[in-house]
């Protein structure tokens, strides 16, 4: 606490001005990318105002910085910063398999500041937590490395693997557990790590995790059972680990009594989970209590992702996070287009939220949708609502409209389909749903599994959902023929223009789905 003092007081003074805050780190940004290639294109220069940064750079999509990522994976510096690129994040991307993004040594401070900020207020409020182990589930820091020699991996991972020594300590699963290829093997190992340690709290991501792992502990149990008490590592899915692997870890292994119930609050004195509580994660938090066998308290993991952390959870309860303004530059989209600053918000309004970092991505559109749920001084309290342009987004994998038209062009265009919509379904085990209309019942499954096999190749965070088990496979549902027509009629008739209108590709939600398809569930 006494070592973070000034990211405190940093915190304090950007809800009393945030302005100045603001305006102090948009130069020092300025002063790392106004020589490289993306800075000298759009003349800048550390001492432009906020109001002149504005007016030389455009709002860009991840799409559109997709020419400079690809530079940059092929060993360019200097592209969007003049500080080194010491390695790549891969996450989902727009037009292809993956995108990767920058990563430098001042960004990933930047983050690193945001997240003992966070744990901070965590250890504020729950003591108690710090007097055992703290689970992560994370997926791996390092994938690989490009023909340019630069890493790459997941940010969770690289998040994870930059913790101060005194927080890994604490970590009861050794990280390259984290990096096991087959997911069975990884969980199974991951469990028997995590059931010899005195947990007293589970950190991911998504909520959906949780869900998982309590379910593979029931399955997993009597193997569980059976290499507690002989102290091994060997049952069930260890029997896919590497040879090398097993007796590494196998070393590690200590003799435990089974458990007698295996709910995670009946194994383990848990104080807390961490984990996103924001757009389709409350349908998960409802079922957390009976999976884990007790209702824990929850805290928000912040407003993050791979490009950033945008927004700090400070209280149990508290609807929204509290905007962090002391590592990045942000910036919040009306409906109408218009941009706005974070001291400029108005409660009860929603906002797509631009970003301008270290790493280099300025004026960065993440296509996030963020709500204000109110102030602290002069900084919005922020709520997560869901990816802005029609995204498919419910454990992470950010399914875009352009993934899904590949992905079903690929299987449908020669069946004479005349029309389909995906969505979600919501389920303890999620799942996309594919509504088509044209297809013959006799290949329904024939379909559903080209379609699922198709999503994994245009879409790398589907694939790991689906290898992980947090998504099933994807359910295809035939409408009656017509629907389409009469959806088109039904849009005329409320006053759109014939011309313009587009058979609806994706369903946002069960209630878009709902108003779309209202005949779907009863004539399936």
Not at 183 to 203: G, H
Not at 318 to 345: I, K, P, Y
């Amino acid at each position: 606490r006494g070592a973070a003092r000034h990211l405190v007081e940093r915190l304090h003074e950007s809800c009393m001005d945030p302005r100045a805050v603001q305006k102090e780190r948009l130069g020092q940004i300025l002063t790392q990318v106004s020589g490289s290639d993306f800075g000298r294109e759009h003349e800048l220069c550390a001492e432009d105002t906020l109001e002149l940064f504005r007016e030389k750079v455009p709002i860009r999509t991840g799409e559109e910085f997709e020419p400079w990522f690809s530079r940059i994976a092929q060993g360019g510096q200097g592209v969007l910063t003049e500080e080194p690129v010491v390695s790549m994040l891969e996450t989902s991307g727009t037009t292809g398999p993956a995108k990767l993004l920058p990563v430098t040594r001042s960004w990933a401070k930047a983050v690193a500041d945001a997240q003992t900020l966070w744990r901070l207020a965590l250890v504020r409020d729950s003591e108690a937590m710090t007097r055992g182990k703290v689970l992560t589930i994370v997926s791996p820091g390092r994938h690989g490395a490009l023909p340019s020699g630069l890493p790459y991996g997941s940010n969770t991972g690289r998040m994870q693997r930059a913790q101060p020594w005194l927080v890994r300590m604490r970590y009861p699963v050794p990280y390259e557990v984290h990096a096991i290829e087959q997911a069975e093997a990884r969980i199974y190992t991951l469990l028997r790590f995590a059931l010899q340690a005195p947990v007293t709290s589970i950190t991911t991501a998504n909520p959906s995790t949780l869900l998982l792992m309590c379910r593979r502990l029931q399955e997993y149990r009597q193997e569980l059972s059976a290499d507690l008490k002989e102290g091994t590592l060997k049952r069930g899915p260890a029997g896919l680990l590497e040879p090398e692997e097993r007796r590494r870890w196998s070393r590690c292994m200590l003799r435990r009594p089974a458990p007698k119930s295996w709910k995670p609050s009946e194994i383990w004195n848990l104080e807390r989970l961490q984990c996103w509580t924001g757009g389709p994660a409350p349908f998960f938090l409802r079922l957390l209590p009976g999976a884990m066998g007790a209702d824990i308290p929850v805290r928000d993991v912040g407003i993050t992702a791979s490009e950033g952390f945008f927004a700090i959870p400070m209280e149990d309860g508290q609807v929204g996070a509290l905007t962090w303004l002391g590592g990045h530059v942000l910036e919040f989209v009306d409906e109408s287009g218009e941009a706005h600053w974070a001291w400029q918000l108005e409660e009860g309004r929603s906002y797509r939220l631009v970003i301008t970092t270290s790493a280099g991505l300025v004026r960065y559109d993440m296509d996030d949708v963020v709500e204000v749920t109110g102030h602290a001084g002069e900084v919005p309290l922020l709520r997560f609502l869901r990816r802005g342009r029609n995204v498919l987004n419910i454990t992470g994998e950010k399914l875009t409209e352009n993934q899904v038209v590949r992905a079903a062009r690929s299987v449908l265009s020669d069946r004479g389909v005349s029309g389909f919509t995906a969505g979600h379904h919501l389920a303890e085990v999620p799942h996309i749903r594919f509504a088509v209309e044209g297809l013959e019942s006799a290949v329904v499954r024939e379909v559903a599994g080209a379609l699922d096999r198709a999503l994994c190749e245009t879409n790398i965070e589907y694939a790991q959902k689906r290898d992980g088990g947090r998504l099933g496979p994807v359910e295809v549902v035939l409408l009656p023929q017509g629907t389409y027509a009469r959806y088109r009629q039904a849009r005329v008739s409320e006053g759109a223009g014939a011309t313009q209108v587009k058979d609806p590709v994706i369903a946002l939600d069960e209630k878009a789905w709902d108003t779309l398809f209202r005949s779907v569930d009863s004539e399936d």
